[in-house]
Structures are given as C-alpha cells and as structure tokens.
C-alpha cells in the first residue's frame, strides 16, 4: 500500500435538483474490503443514471456509496488481502456501484480491467459503463449474432457509440437513430451502416422500407414510452428487444398482438444493483472478447468533453443538453 491521504475531494449531492446541488466536500478514504482495490482516480465518467440520481430518482444499491459515479480510471493504490488479478501500480478502469466522482474509489477487484495497452486514462475511464452495459444486454441477453440487422437509439450516446462499434466489429448490419445532421455524420464514421434522423422521419416506416419489410433482429433501447410499440413493428419475426431506461417515461398503450404474432421477446435489465459475481463474469468477457479489438484500435472510446472534478455540475449541464455525441468524462487530480 503507498502512502495515502487520511482525506480526500468528493462531489456529494447535497439534496435531489438540478445541478447546482452538486457540491465538493471532504471526507474519508473508503475502507479497502477483502476483496477490494483502491484507485487514485485519474478521471471518471459521468452517465445518464448519475443525473438520476442527483435528482432523486436513482438511489444507489444497498451497502454502495452515496456519492455518483460509476466508472473511474487511475491507478491502483491498496488491494484488498483477498482480492486477485491486480497490485499496487497497476493502470485500471473500472466498474464502480457508487462513489467514482472523487479522488479515490473503491472497486471490487473483479470489476477493474486493465488500462487497454496505448489508452489514456480519460479514455479509459469512458470505457466500463457503456461496454459492461452493450455487452450483457446486446450479446449475452439478445444473442446478437453476425449477419443480424441491429437497432440502438441514441446513436450519439455513449452507449449509441459503443453499440455501434461492437454491433459492427461481430458482424451486423446496424441501423441508428439520432436527432441532428451532425450526429448523423458522427454515427457513420463510427460504422453505422443507416441512420434515421428521429426528429425528421418514422424510424420503424424507415427501417421496414430498408429491409424489404423484414425489420431488424436485434433493438437496444433507452427510450421507453411510444418507442415501445413502434420498435415492435420495426422488429423482425422472433426479434429480440432490450429495455435499459426509459427516458420518455412508461409506455400506457401497446398491442400486445404484435408481440404475439412475431414471436417477441422484449426484456429489460438495470445492471448497478446486480451482484459482485455477474459484473466480474462480463468483465472477464469483455477482456477476452473485446479487449483486443480495443488495443488494436478497432474500437475505441468517443470523447464529447472533459470538465475538471469540480465543474461536476457544468458536466452535468452538458449531458443534460443531450447535445453531446460520445462520452463526457471529468478529470480529477493533477
């Protein structure tokens, strides 16, 4: 263990609202568990569900911490007398429950990954967030498979741009849908193979005309509310569909017809509350599978802005503008 600081910066939610109640304190290093590593926090990305939860509508998991945050990357400082696979100066990103805006963060050991080789650390920490997200809900739930035609919404995102990358590097055909000109250019530089400006055209009457009426295989949405029904007419016979937010709210009315007729699955998952063991399982596929697609550049985090730790609430600002195409990652430390 090196020499630590008995104290450290945070950026804590003084109460639910807007941005401004996001406010720098100081408090105590965590505690190290067993099977835990602490990491000086070179920079941490910031994520839809941090909004969230700033305005109360997202608490964090029994046992997490308090404060957002839930991807950092930096370097190892402590290990944990049971944790395995990283020591003392090893380069990390990792997934976090809680607590990544701050100067230190404690992981479990199994959801830290090695710096991809030739990354920076900002890049870095625009990596565990959106990749655990597509990778367990797009291939290990949906099963998406070479030569199937993908769908995600929100192009632009974080998780849009991920998506797509991965989508595209196993094999699809992937269509997008955004709002501006300027995503439309950004989504097809990163390989999106037909995007739908959402703002401008139908994106299911789109994508049946592009597939002769056959519909795509796979839909990875974050929309929720009417784009629940319309993804079902976009979606093939025995499509699979992902639900992992709902941005425009529940849906109230739907044909549960068209789920029957195509043979549908529509499932849904939130992947903070899940346990340490499932995380760590993604995490090995990912360093298996993915990995090296990310060190050869084939795939590589986009970056939208950095803000420094203490412009939280400007970061925030920006991911609430959804102005943003790729990743917004904060800077912390020197």
């Not at 290990?140 to 590097?169: M, N, P, W, Y």
């Not at 995380?279 to 090995?284: H, Q, R």
Request: proline share 5%.
């Amino acid at each position: 263990m090196q020499n630590l600081p008995d104290t450290m910066t945070v950026v804590a939610i003084s109460e639910p609202g807007g941005p401004e109640v996001l406010i720098l304190e100081q408090r105590a290093l965590p505690d190290v568990g067993d099977g835990d590593i602490l990491i000086r926090v070179g920079a941490a990305g910031v994520n839809r569900p941090d909004v969230l939860q700033r305005m109360g509508a997202y608490p964090p998991p029994k046992g997490a911490s308090d404060l957002p945050g839930l991807e950092v990357a930096g370097e190892v400082v402590a290990v944990g007398a049971a944790a395995h696979g990283h020591s003392v100066g090893d380069r990390v990103t990792a997934l976090c429950p809680g607590g990544g805006y701050a100067e230190y963060c404690k992981v479990p050991a199994g959801h830290a990954l090695p710096v991809p080789a030739g990354m920076s650390v900002l890049k870095a920490a625009a990596l565990p967030e959106t990749f655990f997200t597509v990778w367990t809900n797009v291939f290990d739930r949906c099963g998406l498979r070479g030569g199937e035609r993908f769908l995600v919404h929100g192009g632009a995102s974080g998780i849009g741009t991920c998506a797509i990358q991965l989508a595209k590097a196993f094999g699809a055909e992937v269509f997008t849908t955004v709002g501006s000109s300027e995503k439309i250019e950004a989504v097809k530089a990163l390989g999106a193979d037909h995007v739908i400006n959402y703002r401008e055209q139908a994106f299911e009457k789109v994508i049946l005309e592009i597939t002769g009426g056959q519909g795509v295989d796979v839909i990875l949405d974050m929309v929720g509310g009417d784009y629940v029904e319309r993804n079902w007419k976009a979606a093939a016979i025995e499509g699979r569909i992902c639900q992992i937010a709902t941005l425009n709210g529940v849906s109230r009315d739907v044909n549960f017809s068209r789920l029957m007729v195509k043979r549908l699955t529509h499932t849904g998952t939130t992947l903070r509350p899940r346990d340490d063991a499932f995380k760590s399982a993604i995490a090995d596929s990912l360093r298996s599978k993915v990995w090296p697609l990310i060190e050869s550049g084939q795939i590589k985090p986009l970056i939208d802005s950095t803000f420094p730790l203490t412009d939280a609430a400007e970061a925030h600002r920006r991911m609430e503008s959804s102005g943003h195409i790729g990743k917004i990652v904060m800077t912390v430390g020197s």
